[in-house]
């Protein structure tokens, strides 16, 4: 989760599978289960799925009066929980725009260690985003009850759970770019959607002015890191 150019590659793979082969072609026809779902209007359901959060920090190596310098790394991911709903709005054949208000309830692990002494401190960032992502979704054409597609978005999203912290204080409020990739199966009563999209902060959500600090040995925390930036992870199962 460092680059963003890794998600698009990884999308870019995913267009590359909407493409027809010709071992697809000679697959048999077969009944086709809700055969019209997507040519109406407008179509909803909701979704469950787990996330990963990130966070990556642009650190300037800043040395105090007393000689520490600390850096800070996200070491581990802990899996975090995403409920929402889905409201589609038929484009064309192909396109669709999607608005789907989400719950992202989860945690950012950050690990300190001290250049000097070479000790460690930890601090746990828990967070509950409500977010509303706006997507448009590229579908290919359907063959038997299945459809890959491709999406892309931005996603405003605010933090319900911001509290103060000794080291890193974030802000409440953020705007994502997110791109994925999913596949629709039809099935018999509902539409079955599992997807996988990457999350990439767009602001600043380091807060630099620590005024509720009374300590001025814990500034350093903030004051050697530049910027702070969030990602995620989503992995979703949305039902139509």
């Not at 179509?43 to 990130?54: C, N, P, W």
């Not at 920090?57 to 975090?80: H, K, M, R, V």
């Not at 409201?87 to 945690?107: Q, S, V, W, Y």
């Amino acid at each position: 989760m460092k680059y963003i150019h890794y998600y698009i590659i990884a999308c870019l793979a995913a267009f590359l599978s909407l493409l027809p082969t010709s071992e697809v072609s000679a697959q048999k026809r077969k009944v086709m289960n809700r055969p019209y779902v997507d040519q109406r209007m407008f179509h909803y359901g909701f979704l469950a799925g787990m996330h990963l959060q990130d966070i990556e920090l642009e650190q300037n190596g800043l040395i105090d009066a007393n000689g520490n310098q600390w850096f800070s790394e996200t070491p581990n991911y802990e899996p975090g929980f995403s409920v929402g709903i889905l409201g589609e709005f038929f484009l064309t054949k192909n396109l669709a725009l999607r608005i789907i208000p989400t719950m992202h309830f989860g945690t950012k692990n950050v690990t300190f260690r001290n250049e000097k002494t070479h000790d460690r401190l930890y601090q746990s960032i828990k967070s509950t985003y409500f977010s509303v992502p706006v997507d448009i979704k590229f579908a290919g054409e359907r063959f038997n009850n299945y459809r890959p597609y491709i999406m892309a978005g931005v996603t405003p999203a605010l933090d319900l759970t911001v509290k103060k912290q000794k080291e890193y204080l974030l802000k409440n409020a953020d705007v994502y770019l997110e791109i994925g990739f999913g596949c629709d199966f039809y099935l018999p009563f509902f539409k079955f959607i599992p997807e996988v999209k990457f999350m990439y902060g767009l602001m600043n959500v380091l807060n630099k002015n620590r005024s509720d600090i009374t300590d001025e040995s814990q500034l350093i925390f903030t004051q050697s890191v530049n910027k702070a930036r969030s990602k995620m992870i989503v992995f979703t199962f949305y039902f139509e």
